[in-house]
């Protein structure tokens, strides 16, 4: 989100690194964050213009912040979609959101692993299985 | 209430808090919590389970700008990402087993904790200390690096030290990120910039960098966990980026240090808030 910084002489150690990886990151992660925010502002206007009591009732949200109604899977998620619940594109909103800076890592073991870095391919790689860890974990709880 | 109304009072606090925010180098995360549970009595699961998402948002909106500036040390990040990530999952495990009591007395007093540390940045700097212990790791891990300082004129370079007290300091980071839905900035920053010795600015953009993916290993959990209410965390995460983005057109035009004061201020009080409501 930051402004565009201003033109810069070319970095030695960019060089020896490869330009590629910073300026594909930083489109990736630019370009995630727009589109992300945009499906959760459609997602508010979907549950506003379907629930046209949300604008009245006060018991409505009792219901929405009591524990133990929000989606827990990629199901859940997917069966809202299909019914067009504004909550669920909010949930996949936010759930690409998440997704940002897995997709970095993910990248980053690529291009690693076409440097043949194989140090920094098995870092990538721990930190690309924590993260996988993380949803397992949580979902056998 | 209705649903309408807080949603947004939730969109208009996360707009103010990501501008804030991003003024301060401080995430969201920090104002986000309190003013959910406190103010609007939100579940503090929720609360914590909303801020993690705009963590995410705020630390990759800002990393896009970094990492094209070449500040960000990707080669350290993903190395300390391990224990970053590692921490989290711990945390956000923790969160569940410890009662929400103990998540506030622990919230009160890192945002006690963060309050303090910004007043002290404000301080004239010590000169960095000279003779460098030599550092193994870093050496086979490449993980020393270079900068172009504009304040200098020229590339900066600096070798990185202490890898292994880098790596355990930020598994402790990771913890308090998982546990209490913040990026931790605050025990990052220091880890790198006096533990590692990485100039300032690297130390702030790295550190920013590793936020989004720490962030996101404890979102995986409160996900999965159902924690992640879509009706509280999307006007945060909505206010907080749009926050962020007026906070970085912003930054050019007003002296962070002026609103700095004042808002130590703020934190200490939030600090006692969050106390007091753990206490009672």
Redesign the interface.
């Known amino acids: 989100m930051n402004p565009d910084p201003p033109v810069q002489a070319p970095s030695v150690a960019a060089g020896v690194r490869g330009i590629g990886l910073e300026i594909v990151i930083s489109e990736l992660l630019r370009w995630g964050v727009i589109a992300s925010t945009s499906l959760i502002v459609v997602g508010m206007a979907v549950t506003f213009l379907r629930h046209p009591d949300y604008f009245q009732s006060t018991e409505a949200l009792q219901r929405l912040t009591s524990p133990d109604r929000a989606p827990h899977s990629l199901e859940d998620v997917l069966t809202g979609l299909r019914d067009v619940r504004g909550t669920a594109i909010e949930m996949v909103g936010l759930l690409s959101l998440i997704a940002l800076p897995v997709a970095r890592v993910a990248f980053s073991l690529v291009v690693f692993a076409t440097r043949k870095d194989r140090r920094f391919v098995w870092l990538s790689g721990m930190v690309l299985g924590l993260l996988t860890l993380s949803f397992l974990l949580g979902r056998a709880e | 209430?209705?649903?309408?109304l807080?949603?947004l009072t939730v969109f208009g606090f996360s707009l103010f808090a990501g501008t804030v925010g991003s003024l301060l180098g401080i995430g969201g995360g920090l104002l986000i919590v309190p003013f959910l549970t406190l103010a609007l009595g939100?579940?503090i699961?929720?609360a914590i389970?909303a801020s993690i998402?705009s963590v995410?948002?705020t630390?990759?909106?800002?990393?896009?700008?970094?990492?094209?500036?070449?500040l960000?040390n990707?080669?350290v990040a993903?190395?300390l990402?391990?224990a970053t990530?590692?921490g989290?999952?711990t945390g956000?495990?923790t969160a569940?087993l410890v009662g929400g009591k103990w998540l506030f007395l622990l919230f009160g007093t890192i945002i006690a904790y963060s309050a303090v540390s910004m007043l002290l940045k404000m301080l004239p700097r010590a000169k960095p200390m000279r003779g460098m212990p030599p550092d193994r790791l870093s050496d086979?891990?490449g993980l020393h690096?270079?900068?172009?300082d504009?304040a200098e004129g020229?590339?900066v370079?600096y070798k990185v030290t202490r890898a292994p007290l880098g790596f355990a300091l930020m598994y402790c980071a990771g913890v308090s990120s998982g546990l209490l839905g913040i990026g931790s900035g605050a025990l990052k920053v220091p880890a790198l910039d006096l533990g590692m010795r990485l100039p300032i600015k690297v130390s702030t953009a790295t550190s920013n960098f590793m936020i989004?993916?720490t962030?996101?290993?404890?979102?995986?959990?409160?996900?999965?966990?159902?924690?992640?209410?879509?009706?509280?965390?999307?006007?945060v995460?909505?206010g907080v980026?749009?926050g962020?983005?007026f906070g970085?057109?912003l930054l050019k035009h007003i002296r962070a240090s002026v609103i700095r004061v004042m808002f130590v201020a703020v934190l200490l009080w939030i600090s006692w808030q969050m106390f007091s409501k753990g206490l009672a």
């Open positions: 209430m209705t649903p309408a807080f949603s939100v579940d699961r929720y389970g998402v995410i948002a630390s990759s909106g800002a990393a896009a700008g970094y990492v094209r500036e070449r960000t990707i080669r993903m190395f990402e391990v990530t590692a989290a999952i956000a495990f569940a086979v891990l690096g270079s900068y172009y504009e020229g590339e370079s989004g993916v962030a996101a290993a404890s979102a995986g959990v409160y996900f999965a966990r159902g924690d992640i209410d879509p009706f509280v965390a999307a006007p995460a909505a980026v749009m962020a983005f970085s057109k």
